[in-house]
């Protein structure tokens, strides 16, 4: 199987960069295009009472400031990004439901080996409800 859309995951850590060209070799040797998808998972839930804030202009500067560190990253690499992705809200409903509106047919994502990940994997949450290949590098603090 050829693989005609991959689409790489980042939470914009220092790791983002490894999975972004890991994404772009990928994609290069197989001439599919790359995309880019960031999500900003919502907290909301977790506060009670009234936050005074502005939402859309708060939501619309985290865009930009996400567009800009998705761009410093991908300045890394010599293959073009076809889309630049990025959402808010629940990660696996966002991402599966970017994968098949853009049909994208590769995920790749990294997943971190230590403690916390055990147990407070996001990663894992896709393995189940992915409607596509999956590929998960290895994420070594």
């Not at 005074?52 to 991908?74: C, E, G, R, S, Y």
């Not at 439901?97 to 994997?121: A, M, N, P, R, Y």
Request: charged content about 20%; some cysteine; hydrophobic content about 45%.
């Amino acid at each position: 199987m050829s693989y005609k859309h991959i689409m790489v995951a980042v939470d914009l850590s220092a790791d983002s960069e490894l999975l972004i060209k890991k994404g772009a070799n990928l994609a290069a040797a197989l001439e599919a295009r790359l995309s880019i998808i960031h999500i900003d998972v919502n907290y909301a839930e977790l506060y009670t009472g009234l936050i005074d804030i502005n939402l859309a202009a708060t939501q619309h500067k985290m865009a930009l400031d996400t567009k800009a560190q998705i761009d410093a990253l991908v300045a890394h690499i010599n293959y073009p990004v076809y889309k630049s992705l990025v959402g808010a809200g629940d990660l696996s409903d966002e991402i599966c439901g970017t994968i098949l509106k853009e049909d994208v047919d590769l995920l790749v994502c990294g997943h971190h080996q230590d403690f916390w990940s055990k147990l407070l994997s996001s990663t894992k949450q896709l393995i189940n409800v992915t409607p596509v290949d999956l590929l998960m590098v290895p994420l070594h603090d």
